[in-house]
């Protein structure tokens, strides 16, 4: 009797064997102390995390000549209101992204987005050499490519990778990412002053092409492990709803949206309420006259360099060796009450008992979490959604919703502020916040649990890790 070689237990058991290889390779062996990379996913995975790394590398390359020019042609004051008209463009930015997504597909669209900011750093370098004063327009430009890109290049991973694949993988990517950041702030800090913020646009235009280039290089390589659908997602377009209509549609997005929403409130406010502590601390340590001030700021920058530095190694030793294993034991749906816990005890602290050295403390667990665990579940949280959603929702929220957090939480300190309110006050509207933030995470639990339910879209690689 002839084998069906078509059937369904056919087609699975071919699956299997292009999930689990015999042997991993030397740089799958490497990779595993990572996180649970499995045979021949080491490659693809190895490009992405590369492709994150110079992409956060060159945002950073960017922050620093953003600062630089906003903050000596502009001033404070025009920074903070550049940063409430990003919100404004975003609203208008995101449908006309999401109307050039229907019309090509995922590898057309990564490779001209990354040409079309690599021709914008060309011109702003062109005409800041020609005393062009751009530097208002340079600061939204920056603001929109950095979650436009970041964005776009996390949603190609989740369309790459099944859920099952992506809470394995995912916190490896994570690892390029905080590494491109910490690189490309040291980069910035060795170049800025030989090269000048504008030869240093045209290197983060450089490093924009060889993103391009990664990003086409995993696909392929990816696509052609996973087999004949995932090549099929290479030449098709997404369906034509936009990004705001699938968020007001879905109430799993929504829930993502508002969280994301949330999340910026309480962690700009904190920022706020220790960043009054330091300067009431560094007026206590110094003192108050006026030929005091350039001690003053030596202090406060003292403290603040510090304080990132150890931000910054917090964020890398979670994602580097905790978050794969918080997946593993917690999955992606429990991991959504860490930072809320964390926010939680960090405002608790400032309302009762507001001793700098313990808030300092707690705030470098709640950033570094929110750099490297929470950033990791936020993108975890698209893998179960549709193609649509993985782009355009997922550009939705994280432009105009995290710009509407940050207009938010500068309307509290705003209105705060002319009420005269104490820090207490402050301390006490953003543990009222967290709380609601722990509300949500707990129904958007609820949410991922039936995304993922069997029957869903549960992946073959999970039931193979059952059996």
Request: with cysteine.
């Amino acid at each position: 009797m002839p084998t069906n070689l078509d059937s369904a237990p056919s087609r699975a058991l071919r699956a299997s064997s292009q999930f689990e290889p015999v042997r991993k390779s030397p740089l799958e062996r490497v990779l595993s102390i990572i996180t649970d990379v499995r045979a021949g996913e080491g490659l693809g995975a190895v490009l992405l995390t590369a492709d994150l790394t110079v992409l956060l590398g060159g945002y950073y390359l960017l922050k620093t000549v953003r600062e630089s020019l906003i903050l000596a042609q502009g001033g404070a004051e025009v920074k903070a209101y550049s940063s409430a008209a990003q919100a404004v463009l975003l609203f208008g930015v995101v449908p006309v992204y999401g109307w050039i997504a229907t019309r090509i597909n995922r590898n057309q669209l990564l490779r001209w987005t990354a040409m079309f900011f690599a021709s914008n750093l060309l011109l702003f370098a062109y005409l800041g050499r020609r005393g062009v004063r751009e530097s208002v327009v340079f600061f939204v430009w920056v603001g929109i490519f950095n979650v436009f890109t970041v964005a776009q290049l996390w949603a190609f991973a989740t369309d790459l990778y099944t859920e099952a694949q992506g809470k394995r993988l995912f916190p490896m990517l994570g690892v390029g990412a905080s590494i491109g950041a910490v690189g490309g702030a040291w980069i910035a800090g060795k170049l800025m002053k030989p090269v000048g913020p504008y030869q240093m646009m045209l290197i983060a235009a450089a490093a924009l092409c060889l993103c391009a280039g990664l990003s086409r290089w995993a696909g392929h390589v990816i696509s052609e492990r996973e087999g004949e659908r995932e090549q099929k997602k290479n030449v098709e377009t997404l369906g034509p709803q936009g990004g705001f209509q699938l968020l007001i549609s879905d109430p799993y997005l929504r829930l993502i949206a508002v969280l994301t929403i949330l999340l910026n409130i309480v962690s700009l406010s904190g920022d706020f309420v220790l960043g009054k502590l330091v300067v009431n601390h560094a007026n206590a340590a110094v003192g108050l006259g006026q030929q005091l001030l350039a001690a003053r700021r030596a202090y406060i920058g003292a403290y603040y360099a510090n304080y990132y530095t150890w931000i910054n190694l917090t964020s890398f030793v979670i994602q580097a060796l905790l978050v794969s294993r918080i997946f593993k034991y917690i999955g992606v749906g429990g991991s959504l009450f860490i930072l809320p816990a964390l926010s939680f005890a960090t405002f608790s602290s400032m309302l009762v008992l507001p001793v700098m050295s313990v808030v300092r403390d707690l705030k470098i667990a709640e950033n570094g979490t929110n750099y490297s665990l929470q950033n990791t579940v936020r993108n975890a949280l698209l893998l179960p959604t549709s193609r649509e959603a993985k782009y355009k929702a997922k550009a939705a929220i994280e432009t105009f919703c995290v710009r509407l957090g940050d207009v938010l939480q500068a309307s509290i300190i705003f209105l705060g502020t002319r009420l005269h309110a104490s820090l207490s006050w402050f301390a006490a509207i953003t543990l009222a916040f967290t709380v609601l933030w722990a509300l949500v995470a707990g129904a958007l639990y609820r949410e991922h649990r039936k995304k993922i339910a069997p029957g869903g879209l549960a992946p073959i690689e999970e039931r193979m890790a059952v059996a």
